[in-house]
T-cell receptor
């Protein structure tokens, strides 16, 4: 069935270092890949997304890359800050049997940025 | 623009009871999706409503149901509650337009505890 694998499950970096989170999806028809940041007690916040016709997208310190052939995409955070500490989720919009699509989420990565 | 609102924020119910959760999407958005978030299963898609019609459904038992009103507000209902239904229930709002407008914005969630 539709599946998104996310690695690593936890990631600890020093402030100022870069962090990379990787995801692999199973539905080759997936066409949209968002990333969410969830802080304690809050709902997931959309931080960046990429569509299947684009290979890379950048927004300040955050970038996402997509390799459709390999069916994987990655989140890159540069110059990490303590406020980047949160749980990050990747997702893939899977069409499945319906053309309307639904988001399939990875299991999440807990990022800790040490001051 | 106001964000997605969910009520109530916290709820404690007893096994066998039923519960109704409410979600108000971002103004102008016509699509509402519901997700269940648990530590063990992560974020799982329940269903999506658009223009008062369910247009996508996840793999949950029939005890989970929903509806959408003409003002796009949505409710989800869980009948005959089980201990395993304890979770954070998240609502996500989207414009619902079919081509290219896939962004989903989450509310803060309703924390349901079943005892």
């Amino acid at each position: 069935g539709e599946n998104v694998e996310q690695h690593p499950s936890t990631l600890s970096v020093q402030e100022g270092d870069s962090a990379v989170i990787k995801c692999t999806y199973s539905d080759s028809a997936s066409n949209y890949f968002p990333w969410y940041k969830q802080e304690l007690g809050k709902g997931p916040q959309l931080i960046i997304d990429i569509r299947s016709n684009v290979g890379e997208k950048k927004d300040q310190r955050i970038a996402v890359t997509l390799n459709k052939t390999a069916k994987h995409f990655s989140l890159h955070i540069t110059e990490t800050q303590p406020e980047d500490s949160a749980v990050y989720f990747c997702a893939a919009r899977s069409l499945g049997s319906s053309n309307t699509g639904k988001l399939i989420f990875g299991q999440g990565t807990t990022l800790q940025v040490k001051p | 623009k106001a964000g997605v609102t969910q009520t109530p924020r916290y709820l404690i119910k007893t096994r066998g009871q039923q519960v109704t959760l409410s979600c108000s999407p971002i103004s102008g958005h016509r699509s509402v999706s519901w997700y269940q978030q648990t530590p063990g299963q992560g974020l799982q898609f329940l269903f999506e409503y658009f223009s008062e019609t369910q247009r996508n459904k996840g793999n949950f038992p029939g005890r989970f149901s929903g509806r959408q009103f003409s003002n796009s507000r949505s409710e989800m209902n869980v009948s005959t509650l089980e201990l395993g239904d304890s979770a954070l229930y998240l609502c996500a709002s989207s414009s619902g337009r079919s081509q290219g407008h896939y962004e989903q914005y989450f509310g803060p969630g309703t924390r349901l505890t079943v005892t």
